[in-house]
């Protein structure tokens, strides 16, 4: 059974920083690309950062590009997301996933919930 726990969230200043930590179990986890999806009340779930398999490839949404970095320790299993320059607009529940290729995902965790107050 495939589980992806998330943790790190919380609430911040804007300005201020994050780090997400997502913990993996029962997958080959060096061999899925990994990534991190938001979504805000009421609006639909978003892309917020992708990695690939090898960390040779990493990807943004341009709306946190220069303020998040996605990495992955592939021994521990885990993949990261450091939040820099949190803003308002990043408020919201934070998913991560794990996906055979970075466009096709197929695991979701249960979220962890991100607040950035001014």
């Known amino acids: 059974q495939v589980q992806l726990v998330e943790s790190g969230g919380g609430l911040v200043q804007t300005g201020g920083s994050l780090r997400l930590s997502c913990a993996a179990s029962g997958l080959a986890f060096s061999s899925y690309a990994m990534g991190w999806f938001r979504q805000a009340p009421g609006k639909e779930r978003e892309f917020v950062a992708g990695?690939?398999?090898?960390?040779?490839?990493?990807y943004y949404a341009d709306s946190v590009k220069g303020r998040f970095t996605i990495s992955r320790d592939n021994a521990k299993s885990a993949v990261f997301l450091q939040m820099n320059g949190l803003q308002s607009e990043d408020t919201a529940v934070y998913y991560c996933?794990?996906?055979?290729?970075?466009?096709?995902?197929?695991?979701w965790g249960q979220g962890t919930q991100v607040t950035v107050s001014s």
């Open positions: 990695i690939s398999w090898s960390r040779a490839q990493t």
């Open positions: 996933t794990a996906g055979e290729h970075l466009n096709i995902w197929n695991y």
